[in-house]
């Protein structure tokens, strides 16, 4: 009896294994079976299918994440700028996975494809401008000698009928003489940012007494701020020895800074203040040229360091000029050192700083 419970045991345990294998395989369940050898049977049977679908199963996912690997990747390369890495696709995988491999194939297709074209019109662009640049830079002495002549020729022609009884003709030939210097300036500008783009623009560094070029500044300048009814004030706290700097080229950005603040103010103040400073032990210097004009809108106070752009285009029709003065003086800056930085508000006036190393001449 006891032997014949143990068989029946033995025969459930086996059903009970056969139908989880079963279930795993999602397959019917098997009729209980009293023989022990036929339960065995069944359940090595479907054991063996359950551990091929296991190892499907496995392959399957192992190929999956290889793919994702690949996948990851691609976007890590393409993050990179890099569109020469491809995505493999298999057959018998996943349809999504290769359908998002596919499409990142494409992507960087297109991607490479563009940024060369891209690059290509960036190399002619560049090129081109170079040759505009040497062109115009070379081109200096031609453009200013007959220039030159012209104002030599009106101003003698000024001074020989200074004495004529025809003012219409006195006022045509001074008429001549600044609309010839204001060409001249305009070309000497246009010139200037042509040989900075060029890397034609050679810096001359020598002892410079800076307490003497900012008094000839600000006297060169007077008559023209009184022009506009404007006071122009030097402060200044400087030691006076002489500081190693281009001359030519601070005196420059100065000018362009001064006639700036005096071009857009009437009948108010324009101050430059001058003070030294250390920058972790080098000797700067700071000339802050101030004005009660009309000021600058925030979101255009960047933009009006852009060649040839000025804060609005109702400013460059009543002020005129050519937009470049700001733009050669920041580069002016950079190139000795230095920065240029800008605060405004609309209707209050515009602080422009030059900051400059200034190391004391060797004595």
Not at 148 to 159: T, V
Not at 212 to 225: K, R, S, Y
Not at 340 to 359: I, K, N, Q
Request: glycine share 6%; aromatic share 4%; charged share 25%.
């Amino acid at each position: 009896m006891a032997a014949r419970d143990a068989q029946l045991d033995l025969v459930a345990r086996l059903n009970r294994l056969t139908a989880t294998a079963a279930a795993a395989l999602d397959e019917g369940a098997a009729p209980d079976v009293a023989d022990p050898g036929a339960a065995l049977d069944e359940l090595e049977a479907r054991v063996g299918r359950l551990v091929a679908s296991l190892a499907a199963v496995r392959a399957a996912s192992r190929r999956t994440q290889s793919q994702f690997s690949e996948l990851v990747e691609m976007v890590t390369a393409l993050a990179a700028l890099d569109y020469d890495v491809r995505v493999v696709v298999h057959e018998g995988q996943d349809d999504a996975v290769n359908a998002l491999g596919i499409g990142l194939n494409m992507m960087a297709e297109e991607l490479k494809h563009t940024t060369e074209q891209l690059i290509g019109a960036r190399d002619e662009a560049m090129a081109a401008n170079r040759a505009k640049s040497a062109f115009l830079a070379n081109m200096s002495h031609e453009l200013r000698t007959p220039l030159n002549a012209i104002i030599g020729y009106s101003e003698l022609l000024c001074e020989e009928f200074a004495d004529a009884r025809d003012p219409a003709m006195q006022r045509d030939l001074q008429r001549i003489t600044r609309a010839a210097r204001h060409l001249l300036n305009l070309i000497q500008d246009t010139l200037d940012i042509s040989k900075i783009e060029a890397d034609k623009l050679l810096l001359t560094i020598a002892p410079v007494t800076l307490p003497e070029l900012l008094d000839d500044l600000v006297q060169g300048l007077a008559p023209e701020a009184e022009k506009r009814d404007n006071t122009l004030t030097l402060r200044a706290t400087l030691d006076p020895r002489p500081r190693l700097t281009d001359a030519t080229r601070l005196r420059q950005v100065l000018l362009n800074l001064l006639n700036n603040a005096n071009k857009f103010t009437q009948a108010g103040a324009i101050t430059l203040a001058v003070r030294d400073d250390d920058e972790d032990g080098v000797p700067w210097v700071h000339f802050a040229v101030s004005d009660t004009g009309i000021g600058i809108p925030a979101d255009r106070q960047e933009r009006i360091f852009e060649a040839f752009t000025q804060a609005e285009e109702a400013t460059a029709r009543t002020y005129g000029g050519t937009g470049l003065g700001l733009t050669i003086s920041r580069r002016l800056c950079e190139m000795l050192g230095g920065r240029l930085t800008l605060t405004s508000e609309v209707g209050v006036g515009s602080t422009f700083v030059a900051s400059l190393p200034m190391r004391f001449a060797p004595t």
